[in-house]
């Protein structure tokens, strides 16, 4: 985003080299912000492997976090993330909070390849105002995704675009933790990306928000709530137009308590391959964890591998 460089380069200015050195090899931490609670996935890299240290959540008050992702009380949503990151990542030398992917909005542009980083920003501001949306209001960022189809001149670029309220939400809410905001992904795609591991793969999150990606940088959002009557006929008459072709394998994943459940109804009448994501991770006790006891926490991890990436 447009503000986060501005923040973190604040917060470099005012740290001393040796908290720099101190924290050279810490971990990071992935922080998901739900609507009821806040949930912590504190990793470090090994050897070329993502290692879990720590899991863990803790209930928020109703105000902390509306429906829309918009952070109602800072406060109190930093008073619940201190409390996990004293208890169970001391260590964490950097945190990340996401984008909800509801609140994102992407546009694919295509932009000479030439281009600088700062001609670059330039450039998707001035496309998106072509489009009529109203960057007053609205942070930035972009992804450079390779080289434009049959123009080797030329670069795909995805922009985003998210509420600025939001993005300046969180940046407070890092600098109120005292550590560095090291990423502010959409949680879609930063959990879609870190579950799928085959390009066919689609994944499926169920909870307060539901959605769909069948491939990179997609978030399809679905009608479906799990309390209205015949829940999963509805589930399965949603996402029908939106599998065809099949995916290799539908990978679930969310706070959702029925995703076993779920998975074995798509198998059962809509003949797909639908499994619980069991990310691939380094950690002892995550190996007798049962993947649907690991789904809820698999947005912070995908932060917090982000995070390390």
């Known amino acids: 985003m447009d503000s986060l460089a501005a923040s973190n380069e604040a917060i470099t200015q005012a740290r001393p080299a040796r908290w720099f050195r101190r924290h050279a090899r810490a971990g990071c931490a992935g922080i998901d912000i739900g609507a009821d609670r806040v949930r912590l996935a504190m990793l470090r890299r090994?050897?070329?492997?993502?290692?879990?240290?720590r899991l863990a959540e803790q209930p928020l008050g109703a105000d902390a976090c509306g429906g829309d992702g918009q952070l109602g009380d800072i406060?109190?949503?930093?008073?619940?993330?201190?409390g996990l990151l004293r208890k169970h990542a001391p260590e964490a030398g950097a945190i990340v909070v996401a984008i909800p992917a509801a609140a994102a909005i992407s546009t694919r542009l295509i932009l000479p390849a030439s281009s600088s980083p700062p001609q670059r920003l330039a450039q998707v501001?001035?496309?998106l105002a072509a489009h009529g949306l109203p960057l007053d209001s609205l942070a930035l960022d972009y992804r450079v995704l390779g080289p434009a189809p049959a123009s080797p001149s030329d670069?795909?670029?995805?922009?985003?675009?998210?509420?600025?309220?939001?993005?300046?939400?969180?940046l407070a809410l890092a600098g109120s933790l005292e550590l560095p905001l090291r990423a502010m992904p959409v949680d879609g795609w930063c959990v879609a990306a870190f579950l799928r591991t085959h390009e066919t793969d689609a994944v499926l999150h169920l909870g307060a928000a539901c959605w769909l990606s069948r491939r990179p940088h997609e978030c399809l959002?679905?009608?479906?709530?799990?309390?209205?009557?015949?829940?999963?006929?509805?589930?399965?008459?949603?996402?029908?137009p939106l599998l065809h072709p099949?995916?290799?394998?539908?990978?679930?994943t969310g706070p959702h308590p029925g995703?076993?459940?779920i998975a074995a109804a798509l198998g059962k009448y809509a003949g797909l391959a639908a499994v619980v994501a069991a990310p691939r991770i380094d950690a002892a006790f995550a190996a007798t964890l049962p993947a649907p006891a690991l789904a809820p926490f698999h947005c912070a991890l995908a932060l917090a591998a982000e995070g390390l990436a």
């Open 46 to 53: 090994r050897r070329g492997k993502l290692c879990v240290e």
């Open 221 to 240: 959002p679905l009608r479906w709530r799990a309390a209205i009557p015949a829940a999963i006929p509805a589930l399965l008459h949603e996402l029908a």
């Open 246 to 252: 099949a995916p290799r394998r539908l990978l679930l």
């Open 259 to 261: 995703l076993g459940n």
């Open 75 to 82: 406060g109190l949503a930093a008073q619940a993330c201190r």
């Open 125 to 127: 501001r001035a496309e």
């Open 155 to 170: 670069v795909l670029v995805l922009a985003l675009c998210a509420p600025s309220l939001m993005a300046e939400d969180r």
